[in-house]
Structures are given as structure tokens and as C-alpha cells.
């Protein structure tokens, strides 16, 4: 038995759904385009089931954040959800006033429409309970217009917002399809990964990755933790590896001396269950030149891993029963530094393991590499993704387990 609803516990014949979906977007910083609409396409089993069952779909989402240069509205994600469905999708720039009132209620079934960006509300992204936000002008605006709310935005799973969590204190609500195949698939492999499951940590950030890794071995979530990218290059300064100057630089810029005590006190805790590069590739005369650790440090940054780490792990990874992707192993946008993610990616797409990717680049590098059909499951989430693998409990999922059953008497 789920702990929420799905679309499967309502007739939709004729209502209207508030939908709220991921689809804050990568968008070219000149031109705004839209650069990659996987959010949408994930959502489309969703939107595709509402239409199909009739319902009027009010499709609510936000993009960027006040203030940032990618925070605009929503007419090119309409454009782009039109040109997937081959549905008119019709954007309505405005969110909780009279135009938007007057366009829900003339709308007919079958009709999908999108209001504008969320984000534009003052309040939209505090912090607050279901019932605290309920009594906004905008859910009190809104939800007398509405049958269902459905979310279906993993991707912001972590956020205790307005939008994501507030109708689910007033009306009946669901947990749509993507959200749903992301709650369960995860679940399956944080509360029983087949084993051994092991995890693979690369990208630009580490001080995140620190405590996520504590708690995935402290839970016996993760086996063996594998480190690439910057992660890697923490935990070995951390060792005593001098990495040189414009590596240690790049990890001033995170990091400060306590969590490389964190990092320390953890290698001496786990020293058989994290494994690091031994070699790494940096560029000489524009060319790929690989070093081992023994010949650290060098004056070059750090680009990739090398054939020696790569052999390494794919030793590892060849007996994992599951394996988690989160990062590339090195800058694989430049076609020199793309092996060691090549290597290992396609290597985990050819074993018989359970494996899952999330989070925006490493999404990209599977793309890059078009192994999207060899990986088990590509999640949308990122900031989410990490939370929910930590163990930590999401505000939205918590929300729609809150509402189940209840608020149902409104549409019967
Ligand atoms: C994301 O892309 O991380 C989610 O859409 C949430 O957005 P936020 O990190 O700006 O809250
Ligand atoms: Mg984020």
C-alpha cells in the first residue's frame, strides 16, 4: 500500500488538476533558449494521463530564482511542453489574480494551460508548513478553483515551499506518475540495494559530498564509496598529497580547514571502504598527459582521472549488484578529459548492475555519451536526490503522505 495518492485513486473525468512540475530549465545565458528539456519529458506520462482522462490540466512551475539571470517566465517552457505533447498548451502571464481565475474557469476539458512563473510571488519559496502556507493569498486564491493538486516535482522535493506543499493542506492530492517512479525506485535502493552497491562521487563540489558519504556507509547504503573530480582531490589533500598550487586553490575556494578534518577523521573510519584515484590526467601542449599521485604535485590543474584510476575502478565496479553516478570524473565538456567518464560510464552500462544517475551534469555527461538506454534510472533530482539519499525525509513527500485520504469528500 503507498503511503500517498497517485493519479490511480481519483476519477479525472472533468476536474481540474493543479500540477505542479519541475521544469526549472538550463537556458542559454544570451539567447534564453531553452538548452535541455529532459524536466518536461519526464513529466509527460503525467500530463499525457490527464489529457487523456479529460481533466483540465493547470500546470504550475518555477524557473531560476529572484534575481539570478535565468529567472524569467514561463511562455518558451509552454512552447517547448506544446511542441512535446502536440497539444495546445497556452501560457497565462499571471498566477493568482483575475486572469488567471477567469482563464481556469473557462477552461474545457482536455485544455492544458500554464501560469507564470511561481517564483514571481513574494512569498513562494519560504519555508513553512502546509497549513502556513495555505493561508496565502495564492493557495486561498487558486485552490477554490481546483478539484486535485498533483506534484510531480521531485526535482524540488527538498524545498518546504509555497507552491509545492501549500495545497495539499486544502485539497486532495497526489503524488503524479514521475514522482512516483522516483520515490519508488530510490526507496528500493536505500532501503535494499542489492549488494554490494557502490557509489561514485565526481564534479565540481565536495563539501556536500562529505556527509553524504559518512551516512551511506554509517546506513550500509553504500559498500565502497568511489572518488573522482573534486571529491577525489579533497580526500587527498586531506591524506597529505600536495596537489599544487592551483588544485589547493580550487579547494580553498570550498573548503575550509574543519571539513578537511571531517575528511580525515572519515578516511580514518572508512579506510577500506573509499577509494581514491592513483593517477590523473592534466593538459601539456593542449594534449592529455597523465601523472601518477608519486609525481605530485604539479602546476597544472587536475582535469581527469587516469587509465590507471580507471582500470582500478572498473576492477570494483565489475562485481557491484548497484551503482549510484553522481558527478563525472573529470571536465568531460573538453574532449581531451572525457575518458575517464567515458570509460566508466559505459563501463557501468555494460554490467548487470542496478544503476542510477542524478543531478544536472552528470545527466549530461550520460547524454554526451548517449548511454541513456544502458542506465536503470536517470532521476531528475539533484539537491533532492542527494537529501532522499542521505535518508533525510523531503517536505513534499511528507506533505502528500499527510493528505492522503484526506480532503477526498470535495470531489465526490
Ligand atoms: C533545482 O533545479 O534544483 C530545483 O528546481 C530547485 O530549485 P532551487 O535549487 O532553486 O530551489
Ligand atoms: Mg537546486
Known sequence: MR?????????????????????????????????????IERVLPTINELFENNAKTVILAHQGRKGSWDFINLEKHAKALEKLT????????DIYGEKAKNEIKNMKNGDIIILDNVRKIEYETD???????????????????????????????????????????????????LMEKEIFTLTKIIKNPEKPSIFLFGGA???????????????????????????????????????????????????????????????????????????????????????????????QPLFDIGSKSTNKFKEILKDAKTIFLSGPCGVFEEDIFIKGTKEIFTFVGETDAFSIVGGGHTVAAVKKLGLESKISHISTGGGSLEKFMMGEKLPVIEALKKAKDKHLKKIV
Request: glycine share 4%; hydrophobic share 35%; charged share 35%.
Open 3 to 39: 503511503e500517498y495518492n497517485t493519479l490511480d485513486d481519483f476519477d479525472l473525468n472533468g476536474k481540474t488538476v493543479f500540477l505542479r512540475v519541475d521544469f526549472n530549465l538550463p537556458l542559454d545565458k544570451e539567447t534564453f533558449e531553452v538548452l535541455d528539456t529532459t524536466r
Open 205 to 299: 563540489k565536495f563539501s556536500d559530498v562529505i556527509v553524504t558519504i559518512e551516512r551511506l556507509l554509517e546506513q550500509k547504503t553504500a559498500d565502497k564509496i568511489l572518488l573522482t573530480g573534486l571529491p577525489a582531490n579533497a580526500f587527498l589533500k586531506s591524506e597529505g598529497y600536495d596537489l599544487g598550487i592551483k588544485n589547493e586553490e580550487a579547494l580553498k575556494k570550498e573548503g575550509d580547514e574543519e571539513q578537511f578534518k571531517e575528511i580525515r577523521n572519515l578516511m580514518k573510519k572508512y579506510n577500506d571502504e573509499i577509494y581514491l584515484p592513483i593517477d590523473f590526467a592534466i593538459k601539456e601542449n593542449n594534449n592529455r598527459k597523465e601523472i601518477t599521485s608519486d609525481e605530485l604535485p604539479t602546476n
Open 86 to 93: 502536440g497539444k495546445k498548451v497556452k501560457f497565462v502571464e
Open 127 to 177: 519555508k513553512k508548513t502546509a497549513e502556513e502556507h495555505a493561508k496565502t493569498e495564492f493557495i486561498r486564491n487558486l485552490y477554490p478553483h481546483g478539484d486535485i493538486f498533483v506534484n510531480d516535482a521531485f526535482a524540488a522535493a527538498h524545498r518546504a515551499q509555497c507552491s509545492l506543499i501549500g495545497f495539499t493542506a486544502v485539497l486532495p492530492s497526489a503524488a503524479g506518475r
